[in-house]
Nanobody
Framework: QVQLVESGGGLVQAGGSLRLSCAAS????????MGWFRQAPGKEREFVSI???????YYADSVKGRFTISRDNAKNTVYLQMNSLKAEDTAVYSC???????????????????WGQGTQVTVSS
């Protein structure tokens, strides 16, 4: 069992920055791949980024060049640094553990088996 707790969301003006944190417990972070997703009102959950258990990272085209995912294995925490925020980035952001047995593409929520409760990010234009 893995517990995930996100923090760092809030209200920011367009062009601003926020850093989200996802603290994991119940499993050593270094052995798992962690993803960030977001869901805006009335829309489906959308993949944002993933940090593989090694050093590789991957981003959705919509955030590439603006968002950076990182991890601190000593703190069992994954971060999402979000810069140059836009109004369309407004959503609830959730972190999730990638299932080791996942047989679906990385952007599919079905490939993740533990989820945090989410943190709201609101970008005002």
């Amino acid at each position: 069992q893995v517990q995930l707790v996100e923090s760092g969301g809030g209200l920011v003006q367009a062009g601003g920055s926020l850093r989200l944190s996802c603290a994991a417990s119940g499993r050593t972070l270094s052995s798992i791949s962690m993803g960030w997703f977001r869901q805006a009102p009335g829309k489906e959950r959308e993949f944002v980024s993933i940090s593989w258990s090694g050093s590789r990272t991957y981003y959705a085209d919509s955030v590439k060049g603006r968002f950076t995912i990182s991890r601190d294995n000593a703190k069992n925490t994954v971060y999402l640094q979000m810069n140059s925020l836009k109004a369309e980035d407004t959503a609830v952001y959730s972190c999730a553990v990638r299932s080791s047995a996942a047989a679906v593409p990385v952007h599919s929520p079905a490939g993740y088996n533990y989820w945090g409760q989410g943190t709201q990010v609101t970008v005002s234009s």
